[in-house]
């Protein structure tokens, strides 16, 4: 039974949960009635030039294992240096090392600021210019690190700015991104889903954006707001577990000394709307007062862009003999004004201890407004003409309060937090429209039997397009609001160890509790304009019938019902899609926005039927979510001087969820008069989670380091995934079920990698990864019922609401076997030891390959040979083939190159295809095609304080498309078109 909860819940939770923090506590209050024979060292590293903090630089006590590194303000602290003499070296990659004498003579913390001089190549010395130093930050701070961490750089951010977040993470190494409206909207990090990696700000997790997936769209964040992003491929103990694929860590920075102004203001151009009444805004502001004891640092962006689109699609009919046809084309534009807009607070000051106390808030909205024009050409048939108008909001609100505080040697994170994000459409409607076949309408008989063995755009030849023929059959107005709420509350004690001069480190234990609030509200209106006509009365504001004012409408004459009433001016409106495909007519968005308006309170004289009813179909994705993580760990990092980096320990992980979902066992059919049952339903779900860590990091040269990883993490399923939802439209023969016992996944993942680097020639990295996953959750689809017995097994009220028998079940499911490996190269250079002109040239590359193997679960009815034929038998089976979201490979080049104030960048992005889409029947699985895009980037100062910028995306406008697994027939694609933008950027 699929419905009865069988978890078990730990018996020591509470004491597992705070004993390493308690020894902890016990440990630093023995070390600090201890008499000292260390002191602490704390100070910035940075540009002796131009003052900038150098993000990523080591420092470390010579001869020894004690040392630190700059984060991204190029602040460090070491803790524990004996007393005495010492030479402090100061090292970072495109600079010269320094070594400074430093003298520890008391348990006070002293303060030390260092500054590093450009690095001299053969006698000449490189200037450091914009995209040189973002990569040379980039490069410091993976170098620096101790796991396995890929990076973009502030100033890499700032120098050439892309579109989105998503867009600068694309172009990293094992990335390959989901595009939605011309731009990256998801990650799919080494060959994983997006829902499998965990979106953070400043190590505060994201609430998803979709309405019932895990997944976070990071189109929603502007860039101008985040002063880092961090890939974290390779999790320590002290990181959030569900992050089977890493975690995107955006990171808000501090606010530096000394007034900073700046305002980006760029026009934009759009080829595919030949439109450039676009633009983008945004500016910031951050100081630091009172003698540096407080920062603050603003920002707003605003930002409206045509994001519309041509597509295409074939149908194919695929049967079992191969005998394959083409069966419909469907032509579609899609009209979309979107508008982003945000805006950030950060407040720090600087506490006596040493530490920082941090209040960051980020608010982030995109809205958008959606129309799509859309018709087929069957093979034969009738012709469906539809139009659909929506209006989506998408916001996130991120609050936190953040220090990292010092208690003598003892260091203390701690963070409360409130995150949240609504997705919300409170304008969906949708109108569809046939034209039946007669001898003068719809399609025209084919009498060449090949033209049915080729691409769909040889069947536009054989519509009639008799629009005075098409007749409105239905319309749809939907409503979908999904909201999360996640509540954090996090403290990290660290504490320095020192065995010896050489082998020193530090232990870390913490604590973090999340809860998570999620709801779906979402319904469905329906009118059933192929039974009737529109009413001609209405409920006024005061609740009473009156009638409709025809005269003074969009349709002056009253109700027709004809697609011609939809259609703009005398000349009805067409296009034409990649110079080939006709889309004939284009239906108005005005028209349908305003016949739901006026017609939306409609009913007939009595006041008995509604024009558009309640369709009890959409009661089945509502569904409320609350979740209770609790997560402890220790851990300990252990130096061996400069040669040996270890990091070792396990995270405890304990959910406590409640899911609460529609039962409707009985759902009649789109009419006026359903009958239904319908009603809430609950079930809850525990679990907890032992999951160990080990990663070491060897640099036998100073050019060259070694890493490797061990770690267990988990994914937990969708949210519409484990709800105890039960749905059974009696009409359509359609059940589905969700998995209230569903496991989340759990995988062990294997990683290395090799980074070899130098000053003259930047950075080299080989890594390679492996991931074995248990539990991998899918859906298991069209499970046709063949008796009662079947039916009780999967927990259906047979007895109550039955028979079943010939209804198709779905239902998510888990499978065990999941595999995934691959490798990636990665390189960033610059070319500063050449002659000239091309000693200004900055270059980054990268490739992956990616394999996978995994089980995906399928149903099909096994068919008797016997005589006479016997009852067909269910069979459940497994096939094996690559993951669903896995990119076989990707790949970046980014060639740029500065000279005085110029600096100007080409990138070319490209990935592999992927499937998308999985079918009981194999054959009729659906694959992402491979797609490439080529970007320019071009900025020139005019003076200290402006710079000019042109940016020119997709130069290759290649269409996104898809094909079936069978014989890679082509499914069509869409086009976004060439973007253009000109700006200038204000520094005050």
Not at 323 to 350: C, F, H, M, P, W
Not at 531 to 542: A, I, K, M, V
């Amino acid at each position: 039974m699929i419905f009865n909860i069988s978890t078990t819940i730990p018996k020591n939770i509470f004491r597992s949960r705070f004993l390493t923090v308690l020894i902890f506590i016990s440990i630093g209050a023995k070390a600090l009635l201890a008499q000292p024979t260390s002191g602490h060292l704390q100070g910035k590293i940075i540009d002796k030039a131009t003052g900038e903090a150098l993000q990523g630089a080591s420092v470390y006590v010579q001869g020894s294992s004690i040392g630190s590194m700059t984060d991204i303000e190029g602040s460090y602290r070491i803790a524990n240096i004996p007393f005495g003499k010492h030479n402090l070296i100061v090292s970072y990659i495109g600079y010269k090392t320094n070594t400074v004498a430093i003298e520890i003579n008391s348990a006070k913390t002293q303060t030390l600021d260092v500054k590093l001089d450009a690095t001299i190549i053969e006698g000449k010395e490189v200037v450091i210019t914009g995209q040189l130093q973002g990569q040379a930050q980039a490069i410091n701070r993976q170098v620096a690190s101790d796991q396995i961490v890929n990076i973009v750089s502030e100033q890499k951010i700032k120098e050439l700015p892309d579109a989105n977040a998503a867009e600068s993470v694309g172009r990293l190494p094992g990335v390959a991104v989901q595009r939605d409206g011309g731009e990256a909207s998801k990650l799919m990090i080494r060959g994983l889903d997006p829902k499998f990696t965990n979106i953070t700000l400043n190590g505060i997790q994201i609430p998803a954006t979709s309405a019932d997936s895990r997944d976070v769209d990071l189109s929603l964040i502007s860039q101008s707001s985040l002063s880092g992003i961090e890939l974290y491929k390779a999790l320590t103990p002290d990181q959030d577990a569900d992050a089977i694929a890493g975690v995107v860590n955006l990171v808000t920075g501090q606010a530096k000394a000394g007034q900073n102004i700046t305002m980006d203001i760029f026009g934009i151009y759009s080829g595919m709307s030949e439109s450039a009444k676009q633009y983008k805004f945004s500016g910031s502001y951050s100081n630091r007062f009172f003698d540096n004891f407080l920062g603050v640092q603003a920002g707003f962006n605003s930002e409206k862009r045509d994001r519309n689109r041509e597509a295409f699609t074939d149908d194919w009919t695929i049967p079992a003999n191969g005998d394959y046809q083409i069966s419909a084309l469907t032509v579609e534009y899609d009209q979309e004004t979107r508008k982003r807009y945000g805006g950030n607070i950060n407040l720090d000051i600087n506490t006596p201890d040493g530490g920082t106390i941090k209040m960051t808030n980020l608010y982030s909205k995109t809205t958008r407004k959606i129309f799509s024009s859309t018709r087929d050409y069957p093979e034969n048939g009738s012709v469906t003409y539809s139009a659909n108008s929506v209006d989506k909001d998408i916001y996130t609100i991120n609050n936190s309060l953040t220090g990292e505080n010092f208690v003598d040697a003892l260091k203390i994170n701690w963070a409360l937090s409130r995150a949240y994000t609504k997705n919300e459409k409170p304008f969906d409607h949708f109108m569809r429209f046939y034209e039946n076949t007669t001898t003068t309408s719809g399609m025209r008989t084919i009498t060449d039997p090949s033209v049915l063995k080729l691409s769909g755009k040889n069947l536009i030849q054989y519509a009639y397009n008799n629009f005075s023929m098409a007749n409105v059959d239905r319309a749809y107005f939907r409503w979908d609001n999904n909201d999360e709420r996640n509540y954090d509350i996090k403290t990290d004690l660290e504490y320095p160890i020192r065995i010896s001069d050489d082998l020193s480190g530090m232990a870390k234990a913490g604590y973090k509790f999340r809860t998570k609030s999620r709801e779906r509200e979402c319904g469905e209106k329906m009118t059933a304009y192929w039974l009737r006509t529109s009413f001609n009365y209405y409920y006024d504001d005061n609740g009473n019938v009156a009638a409709k004012d025809w005269a003074n409408s969009d349709w002056p004459s009253g109700y027709h019902g004809l697609l011609t009433d939809f259609l703009k001016g005398s000349s009805y409106p067409t296009r034409t899609i990649d110079g080939q495909y006709l889309l004939n007519p284009v239906i108005d968005d005005a028209l349908i926005r305003n016949w739901y308006a006026f017609n939306k309170n409609g009913t007939d004289k009595t006041g008995t039927n509604k024009e558009y009813f309640e369709n009890l179909i959409g009661a089945r994705n509502t569904y409320k979510v609350e979740e209770n993580v609790h997560g402890t760990y220790a851990m300990v990092k252990l130096n061996a001087g400069q040669l040996i980096t270890l990091i070792a320990g396990a995270r405890y992980e304990y959910e406590n969820n409640k899911y609460t979902a529609k039962y409707a066992p009985r759902i009649l059919g789109e009419f006026e008069s359903q009958s239904e049952v319908v009603f809430d339903t609950t079930s809850k779900y525990k679990k907890e989670f032992w999951l160990p860590n080990f990663h070491i990091k060897v640099k036998p040269l100073e050019w060259l380091d070694f890493r490797f990883a061990l770690s267990k993490s988990i994914s937990r399923p969708d949210y519409s995934m484990r709800l105890p939802v039960l749905y059974i439209n009696n009409e359509s023969q359609e059940i589905t079920s969700g998995n209230p016992n569903l496991e989340p996944a759990v995988s062990w993942n294997y990683d290395a990698s090799m980074e070899l680097y130098s000053n003259e020639y930047g950075l080299l990295t080989i890594s390679g990864f492996r991931k074995n996953i248990d539990n991998i959750f899918y859906w298991l689809n069209d499970i046709v019922i063949m008796s009662d017995a079947q039916a009780r097994s999967y927990g259906l009220p047979v007895d109550k609401y039955g028979p079943f028998n010939q209804y198709k079940l779905d239902m998510p499911v888990n499978t065990s076997g999941t595999k995934v490996w691959g490798f990636e190269l990665d390189m960033q250079t610059h070319l500063g030891f050449l002659p000239g002109l091309l000693s200004n040239i900055v270059m980054s590359a990268n490739y992956s390959r990616i394999w996978s193997k995994t089980k995906y679960p399928r149903f099909t009815l096994v068919q008797s040979s016997d005589f006479p034929p016997k009852t067909p038998t269910p069979l459940y089976y497994e096939s094996e083939k690559e993951l669903s979201g896995q990119t076989d490979y990707t790949g970046n080049i980014a060639v740029g190159y500065d000279y005085k104030g110029f600096s100007g960048r080409v990138s070319v992005y490209f990935q592999g295809p992927y499937l998308v889409s999985i079918s009981n029947i194999e054959r009729e699985d659906v694959y992402q095609k491979a797609f490439s895009r080529i970007d320019l980037s071009l900025k020139q100062a005019v003076s200290e304080a402006v710079s000019a910028f042109v940016n020119i995306n997709n130069l290759t406008n290649t269409i996104e498309g898809s094909y079936n697994s069978f014989l890679e027939l082509d499914r069509g694609g869409y086009l976004y078109g060439i973007t253009a933008e000109l700006g200038v950027q204000l520094s005050l």
